[in-house]
C-alpha cells in the first residue's frame, strides 16, 4: 500500500483577469486626475494674471494721483514699457499670453486686458472706471464692459 503524500496546496495569488481588472480601475482613476489636475493648474494661471492686473491697476491709479489725473503714454501695448513708465522695478508678465495696455487720446482712461485660459471668454480687462470681467476679444479702444 502506497501512503499518497501529497499536500493540499492552497492557491494563493491573483488571477490574470483580476490584475487586468485592477490596471484598468487605476488607469481610469489617473486620467481623471489628471484631467483635474490640469483644470486647476489653467484656473491658478488665471488668478494670478488677474492679481497682476490689479497690480497695475494700482499703480495706474497712483501714477494719475500724481499727475493730474492723465495715465502714462507708451509706444506699443505691452506692459514692459509700461512697468518704466510706472518706475514699477518688478514687472508682473506672463510670457505665454503677454499683458495689454491701451488708453485715450487725452490719457484719462485706459485698458489692461490679458488673454485667459479657463472660461467661457478669452480675455479678462480690468478697465479705468472701476469695471473688471471677461471679455471675446482683445480690447481696441474704450472699456468693452
Avoid: H
Avoid at 52 to 65: C, F, G, I, T
Amino acid at each position: 500500500m502506497k501512503i499518497n503524500n501529497k499536500k493540499n496546496y492552497k492557491m494563493i495569488g491573483f488571477t490574470l483577469i483580476e490584475l487586468l481588472v485592477v490596471i484598468a480601475i487605476i488607469g481610469i482613476l489617473a486620467s481623471l486626475a489628471l484631467v483635474s489636475y490640469t483644470r486647476s493648474q489653467k484656473q491658478a494661471r488665471d488668478t494670478r494674471r488677474k492679481s497682476d492686473l490689479k497690480q497695475y491697476q494700482v499703480a495706474l491709479e497712483n501714477y494719475a494721483n500724481q499727475n493730474n489725473g492723465i495715465y502714462p503714454s507708451i509706444s506699443g501695448t505691452g506692459v514692459s514699457n509700461l512697468c518704466t513708465a510706472l518706475g514699477l522695478s518688478n514687472c508682473p508678465d506672463d510670457s505665454t499670453y503677454p499683458y495689454g495696455y491701451i488708453y485715450s487720446s487725452d490719457r484719462t482712461e485706459y485698458v489692461l486686458w490679458a488673454q485667459i485660459e479657463a472660461g467661457s471668454s478669452n480675455y479678462w480687462v480690468v478697465c479705468s472706471n472701476g469695471k473688471s470681467g471677461e471679455f471675446g476679444s482683445p480690447p481696441s479702444g474704450s472699456c468693452p464692459l
